[in-house]
């Protein structure tokens, strides 16, 4: 199927490109701010956005760039827009639409629901006036085997919510990142096997409520998270395993007509992140998957730039070499051309 909004979600996964994820609301923002010692104002989060988007050969890597609300509004240090500066660039100023998650009543503790529907058709319409091509809502599905979730009752939920808001942005002219967020950070505890079974159920439940309310598989985005244990199950798996794992569920539960596939990085190490994709990209070669499969990193790609730039800037220069060479290292890996070697700067491989 051709479309507009089709050949836009072919160019977000277009081969060595990925989506920067920086739509950090203002609160998560200041959040990340906060240890730093970097002030937890406007100003400082509209020059942060400004040192992201400025990095090197951006417009290489990154086919698009999630935005939260103020950023979209805003102008960069050099007096354009920031929607303007990603277009020069060749890169898609995306939006967050959703407005966070909140307790899904009647259910068990633990158990949120994405909201933000109310109103979202108006708001789809004034983010196209203003540039935006593409959009993201996140569910967040969390694990515990103790308490037996999650439920059905949350996963239907949840993708009832995700399916209404793709369908809402296709009618609007947006093509949407449709985000299940299998959490495995924090005190998550569950195991390979049970992060694998959750996932097999997310999917399964996202992709029939998307069927069901019409949504056009070639003019979205799946933006999943990887099949690996919790951070405080006390279990490791292998690169092998978590790719394994990963491609196995969605080779299961994905159709063949979704324009790419977008993995969220959820906590993982920067390079674990980056290992991950690169063995995924491996075996979906030989599996012949039929979806190009990348990253839209917002940890795993900001980390060290922010860490290194702690507002000030005389460290800018520094923290673009980082930020370059973690864009670099993502976008080889979305080709399977990742390595230890080229990670530590053995091996110099130029995009
Ligand atoms: P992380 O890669 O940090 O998980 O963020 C991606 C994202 O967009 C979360 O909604």
Redesign the pocket.
């Given at each position: 199927m051709s479309s507009e909004l089709a050949s836009a979600a072919k160019a977000m996964v277009a081969p060595g490109k990925g989506i920067l994820?920086a739509?950090e609301s203002t609160g998560t923002a200041n959040k990340r701010f906060a240890p730093l010692g970097i002030p937890e104002t406007e100003e400082m989060r509209r020059n942060y956005r400004d040192l992201l988007f400025t990095v090197p050969d951006f417009g290489k890597f990154f086919s698009g760039v999630?935005l939260y609300d103020e950023t979209i509004h805003q102008n960069g240090r050099s007096g354009k827009s920031f929607v303007d500066i990603l277009h020069a660039d060749g890169s898609f100023p995306g939006i967050k639409l959703d407005t966070g998650t909140f307790p899904l009543a009647l259910a068990k503790p633990d158990e949120k629901i994405t909201e933000g529907l109310d109103g979202l058709a108006k708001r789809v319409e004034a983010y196209v006036k203003l540039g935006a091509k593409f959009a993201?809502w996140?569910a967040v599905i969390t694990i515990d085997e103790k308490t037996g979730i999650p439920t059905d009752a949350c996963l239907h939920a949840n993708a009832h919510a995700l399916a209404r808001y793709a369908a809402i942005c296709q009618a609007g002219g947006l093509v949407p990142i449709v985000?299940p967020?299998v959490l495995s950070d924090g005190n998550a505890a569950q195991s390979i096997e049970t992060s694998f079974a959750v996932h097999e159920r997310t999917l399964h439940h996202v992709f029939n409520e998307l069927h069901r309310l019409n949504v056009k598989y070639e003019e979205m985005i799946l933006k999943p998270s990887m099949v690996v244990p919790g951070q405080k199950s006390g279990q490791t798996a292998s690169i092998n395993e978590v790719a394994q794992a990963t491609l196995t569920v969605l080779l299961r539960y994905v159709p063949a007509a979704v324009a790419g596939i977008a993995f969220?990085?959820?906590?993982q190490g920067d390079e674990d992140a980056t290992a991950h994709l690169n063995e995924i990209n491996l075996l979906a070669q030989k599996a012949k998957a039929p979806w190009p499969l990348t990253f839209?990193?917002?940890?795993?790609l900001q980390h060290a730039a922010l860490t290194i730039w702690k507002g000030q800037d005389a460290n800018a220069a520094a923290a673009h070499k980082a930020m370059h060479h973690r864009a670099l290292m993502n976008s080889l890996a979305s080709l399977g051309k990742w390595s230890a070697d080229v990670e530590s700067g053995g091996l110099v491989l130029s995009h």
């Open positions: 994820a739509d999630i993201k996140r985000e967020e969220l990085s959820g906590g839209s990193y917002g940890r795993a």
